[in-house]
């Protein structure tokens, strides 16, 4: 489970995708109380920041948009609480550039 650290616009397809996807799982856990992933180093991260969680899925839609793809999947914009900025990190951006460099996949980096 990952929510990168980068523009939306340097990820490859795969990773637009399954950070979208991720993000929306992430969301669940976090809003609704769910136990899975719920002990994840990058689900705790975003834990407080949902207003910053939400700001990156709609980066990642409007990136999807521009590239063609339908988005049927809004969140909900009055559980978006917290702060609006994420300043913990996983890894850093710096190292995740690193990281996607070495999957060499069709990412922008």
Request: aromatic share 8%; proline share 4%; hydrophobic share 30%.
């Amino acid at each position: 489970m990952r929510i990168w650290d980068v523009s939306p616009r340097k990820l490859c397809r795969n990773h637009l995708l399954g950070e979208h996807r991720e993000l929306h799982a992430m969301w669940v856990v976090i809003t609704e109380n769910k136990k899975g992933y719920s002990l994840h180093p990058e689900t705790i991260r975003w834990k407080g920041k949902l207003k910053a969680l939400y700001s990156r899925h709609e980066e990642l839609v409007s990136e999807m948009i521009c590239r063609g793809y339908s988005h049927n999947s809004p969140l909900d914009k009055r559980k978006a609480t917290g702060f609006s900025k994420q300043d913990i990190f996983v890894d850093s951006p710096k190292k995740q550039i690193q990281i996607l460099r070495q999957k060499n996949c069709d990412c922008k980096i």
